[in-house]
């Protein structure tokens, strides 16, 4: 499958970054995994999302997601760390935020990098309040992985699915 450069622009990405797929080609591709994956960062409001700093050193912070016309979307306060972080270095780990057991059931991650949108309708439109208070940050999020760790019908394992743009979907159990 050839995926394409939807609102990339070539001059932003840095070179040694390959162009990746959007929500919507990840799900045309896999679109049952897509759909837990979607299930998985719906069941919570709150994600975690890992940046790279200025040092190379890893930063973790909150974000909220949404799937909006075919894309992966997340905001950002103005000027916040994690928004400096991705305009300097557009590479991400998102995580779906996991409920504590017994009632733990899953969880999903994706990776990937971003695009910053600056379009001031779009950004108003998918920021809503956030936009309205002063000017905010928009990032579409590419996806080079995404996967979901669910607990085994039988209780007794974990089973992982990853997809990747050049492997698919890959299936693994772990006891």
């Known amino acids: 499958m050839q995926f394409s450069t939807f609102g990339s622009t070539a001059a932003a990405r840095p070179?040694?970054?390959?162009?990746?797929?959007?929500?919507?080609?990840?799900?045309?591709?896999?679109?049952?995994?897509?759909?837990?994956?979607?299930?998985?960062l719906d069941a919570h409001t709150h994600k975690t999302i890992?940046?790279?700093r200025a040092?190379?050193?890893?930063?973790?912070s909150g974000t909220e997601?949404?799937?909006?016309?075919?894309?992966?979307?997340?905001?950002?306060?103005?000027?916040?760390?994690?928004?400096?972080?991705l305009q300097r270095d557009p590479r991400y780990a998102l995580h779906s935020g996991s409920d504590d057991p017994p009632a733990w059931s899953g969880d999903a991650k994706v990776?990937?990098?971003?695009?910053?949108?600056?379009?001031?309708?779009?950004v108003d439109r998918l920021n809503g309040e956030a936009a309205q208070g002063g000017?905010?940050?928009?990032?579409?999020?590419?996806?080079?992985?995404?996967?979901?760790?669910?607990?085994?019908?039988?209780?007794?394992s974990i089973v992982i699915e990853v997809w990747t743009p050049a492997g698919g979907v890959r299936r693994m159990e772990r006891d």
């Not at 040092?55 to 973790?60: E, L």
């Not at 990776?111 to 779009?122: L, M, Q, S």
């Open 111 to 122: 990776a990937g990098t971003v695009e910053e949108i600056h379009d001031p309708e779009t």
């Open 15 to 40: 070179a040694n970054l390959a162009v990746m797929p959007s929500w919507s080609e990840f799900s045309t591709a896999a679109p049952q995994l897509a759909e837990r994956v979607a299930a998985r």
């Open 65 to 85: 997601t949404r799937i909006d016309g075919g894309e992966l979307w997340i905001g950002s306060m103005w000027r916040a760390l994690k928004a400096l972080d």
């Open 135 to 156: 000017p905010s940050h928009l990032f579409r999020l590419d996806i080079a992985e995404a996967s979901v760790v669910e607990l085994a019908p039988s209780g007794k």
């Open 50 to 52: 890992a940046t790279i």
């Open 55 to 60: 040092d190379g050193a890893p930063r973790i």
